[in-house]
């Protein structure tokens, strides 16, 4: 039975951010009468703000050892179906300019409202409505059809798509929208938390660390099995910089990451040998060749006066090389998802078909992009995401 006065639609798709448009434009172009609702008075907001306004747009490597999830097969299948070069090839076909920065990141040259705009062009051409400024309220579901209530409307549906993305971000118009439904219909969670999001210092590293705000290394950071080699930033609140934003998502309170700041050097040999050519050589003026003057302080005060090379013995060597190369920081916690790029966790990935991304047990119903218990590394990974995991949801809502 439809609800009376409610307006008809194939699937309405909820979130248009980068998942739910590119779920819209494929299930448009299967000729499905599909509607987005948006919340915000603009589609794409993270879109336009991602990569420093260029759009970290996706990775020539994205391959599904990148993606964290308590289930790391889920993403295969979607990233199989729509990959890298897909995406690429629509970029292209719109005439936007693109670069490699590094590590395989493609960015746009120009301004990553010309993602957007290429999405809303497709959405068009798929004869997509939009509406936006319409947040939806809640989803029902009654003899096999959904109503969607958005601002004061309902909406009919036979297929419902979540792509209300995670909490990063509040001031942009994140909800939890994705986790109130799926409580509604009874689906499982992974317990959701800021990914890739500064690390704050307890008051011992604090101290340590207090006059090295604005410092930068590149070090291997490691937290368990995870490791990086990535670039660190020293703030007034703790740490930043792309080392640490990609260790963040695997950190657990309470437990130290482990810091190399010298991840290509052989320090210990090259301490020996120095103390055989240059004995009158301070240990401070050889890691000076490769670390900022008021990094090397920091990390060789626990050692207090130190000898001249020539009098240090292998034990000292061996300590200095450990507090050089093997330091432990413990954070207290993170920035939160004030300034989180992603929420780690979300909808779990057990309830959901890893080939349509549909809920196993609500037919009809569809959940994708960051919603989901699937999380990216930084660089171009999360929006590879949100187009495999919308592209494949297009092809069944
Ligand atoms: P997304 O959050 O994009 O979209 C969800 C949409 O749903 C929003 O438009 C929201 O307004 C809407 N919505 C929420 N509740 C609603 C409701 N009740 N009714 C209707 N609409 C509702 N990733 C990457 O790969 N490369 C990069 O360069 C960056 N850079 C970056 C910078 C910053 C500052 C942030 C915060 C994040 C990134 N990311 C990134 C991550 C990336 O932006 C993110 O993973 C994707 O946007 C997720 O896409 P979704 O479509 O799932 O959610």
């Keep these: 039975m439809k ?13 248009g951010g980068a998942a739910g448009l590119m779920c819209a434009i494929e299930a448009g172009r299967r000729g499905r009468r599909v509607l987005v609702l948006e919340k915000a008075e603009k589609c794409g907001k993270k879109i336009l703000i991602s990569g420093g306004g260029r759009c970290n747009f996706t990775n020539h490597f994205a391959a599904p050892d990148r993606f964290i999830s308590d289930n790391p097969h889920y993403c295969k299948s979607a990233l199989r179906q729509y990959t890298q070069s897909d995406f690429l090839a629509l970029v292209e076909r719109h005439g936007i300019a693109w670069h490699e920065k590094k590590l395989g990141q493609l960015f746009c040259d120009r301004s990553a409202e010309e993602i957007v705009a290429m999405l809303e062009h497709e959405c068009a051409a798929a004869n997509v409505t939009i509406w936006r400024g319409a947040g939806a309220e809640n989803i029902r579901r009654e003899d096999g059809r959904f109503t ?10 036979e297929s419902v798509v979540i792509a209300t993305g995670g909490l990063s971000i509040p001031k942009l118009g994140a909800t939890d929208f994705a986790y109130r439904a799926a409580k509604d219909f009874g689906l499982p969670m992974a317990t959701p938390r800021p990914g890739l999001v500064p690390l704050t210092f307890g008051t011992g590293d604090k101290a340590r660390f207090a006059n090295l705000s604005g410092v930068s290394a590149d070090v291997e950071i490691r937290f368990a099995k995870a490791r990086f080699r990535e670039n660190l930033l020293f703030t007034h609140r703790g740490l930043s910089g792309p080392a640490i934003l990609q260790i963040s998502s695997f950190w657990e309170a309470g437990k130290p990451v482990e810091i190399d700041f010298l991840p290509d050097l052989d320090l210990a040999s090259r301490l020996k040998e120095q103390r055989k050519v240059a004995p009158k050589m301070k240990i401070a ?57 992603v929420t780690v966790g979300g909808v779990s990935t057990a309830a959901l078909d890893s080939k349509t991304m549909a809920c196993r047990d609500v037919p009809g119903l569809f959940v994708i992009g960051e919603a989901v218990d699937v999380t990216g590394f930084l660089g171009g990974y999360n929006f590879q995401w949100a187009w495999s995991s919308g592209y494949v949801a297009g092809q069944y809502a």
């Design 3 to 15: 609800p009376r006065d409610a307006q008809q639609f194939d699937v309405v798709i909820i979130g």
């Design 148 to 157: 969607v209530k958005a601002g004061g409307r309902q909406i009919g549906a």
């Design 285 to 341: 003026t050889l890691l000076r060749e490769h670390l900022a003057n008021r990094l090397v302080d920091a990390l060789l005060q626990p050692f207090g006066e130190l000898p001249e090379l020539g009098n240090c013995s292998d034990r000292l060597i061996a300590d200095i090389v450990n507090g050089i190369k093997l330091v432990k920081v413990f954070p207290t916690g993170t920035e939160g998802y004030a300034k989180a790029e």
